[in-house]
């Protein structure tokens, strides 16, 4: 099992950017794809990005390629994503996530953390 811990979150004027981290402990972090997803106020949570256990592979929701950019470094136990060109409708709460190789599932998720875009 992998405990996530994400920080990074706080207010940002719009087209400002921030960067959000997600602490692992536990097992080997290599033993999992991590995503980032999030959940806006009245709205279910929706995929950001994911990338491979090796972080040779990355995937982007439409909303934020181009604008975000997911890393990870298994050796420190961190993944980040870094948000620029950030707008109101980024406002969520973002929620860092791992999903074991053979699982189809994310099964290890964090608290999150709020990130709010000013207009």
């Known amino acids: 099992q992998v405990q996530l811990v994400e920080s990074g979150g706080g207010l940002v004027q719009a087209g400002g950017s921030l960067r959000l981290s997600c602490a692992a402990s536990?097992?080997?972090?290599?033993?999992?794809?991590m995503g980032w997803f999030r959940q806006a106020p009245g709205k279910e949570r929706e995929f950001v990005a994911a990338?491979?256990?090796?972080?040779?592979?990355?995937r982007y929701a439409d909303s934020v390629k181009g604008r975000f950019t997911i890393s990870r470094d298994n050796a420190k136990k961190t993944v980040t994503l870094q948000m620029n060109s950030l707008a109101p409708e980024d406002t969520a709460v973002y929620y860092c996530?791992?999903?074991?190789?053979?699982?189809?599932?994310?099964?290890?998720w964090g608290q999150g953390t709020q990130v709010t875009v000013s207009s």
């Open positions: 996530a791992g999903r074991t190789l053979s699982a189809t599932t994310y099964d290890y």
């Open positions: 536990g097992r080997s972090l290599s033993n999992y794809a």
């Open positions: 990338i491979s256990w090796n972080g040779v592979t990355t």
